[in-house]
């Protein structure tokens, strides 16, 4: 029995690979067809100053991708980094008392696909996204009870 050679098989192996960088129609096609779950969460914080990482902690056990701060009392606009999340805030400007405010976290991962954000007021954040060719308004507004 005749045996091959090592250098042939590794030749077969190397050409039987796929490229995977090679879109063809049909992968193309089910790439696009992917189903992409994002997981969206509202949380009422009452006040941010002590209780950041706890908050961090919490949402990512809850694998949450963007989550919406109310009440954070902080004050002035502002990106910031806090672990795995980037954190958009709008608050009261910062000659006044902080009593009231809100935030919108954005893990890492999206942050490329944020096109915009605007703080409108302290009680009011938008976001703008292009998420998989699908744009994306993100709207958060806190509201306070007269009761």
């Not at 919490?58 to 004050?75: N, R, Y």
Request: net charge positive; with cysteine; glycine share 6%.
């Amino acid at each position: 029995m005749h045996q091959a050679s090592p250098l042939l098989i590794e030749k077969q192996e190397i050409a039987k690979k796929p490229i995977r960088n090679t879109l063809d129609r049909f992968n193309l096609r089910r790439h696009k067809l992917l189903k992409r779950t994002i997981r969206l969460g509202m949380l009422n914080v009452q006040g941010m100053r002590n209780k950041t990482g706890e908050i961090i902690k919490g949402l990512e056990e809850l694998k949450q991708d963007i989550t919406i701060l109310t009440e954070t009392k902080i004050k002035g606009n502002a990106v910031q980094i806090l672990g795995l999340y980037l954190r958009f805030c709008s608050g009261v400007p910062k000659e006044k008392r902080a009593k009231i405010g809100i935030s919108v976290l954005v893990k890492n991962r999206y942050k490329r696909y944020i096109t915009t954000w605007e703080a409108v007021n302290e009680n009011k954040i938008k976001l703008h996204m292009n998420l998989f060719g699908n744009k994306l308004c993100i709207l958060g507004i806190y509201v306070i009870s007269d009761e």
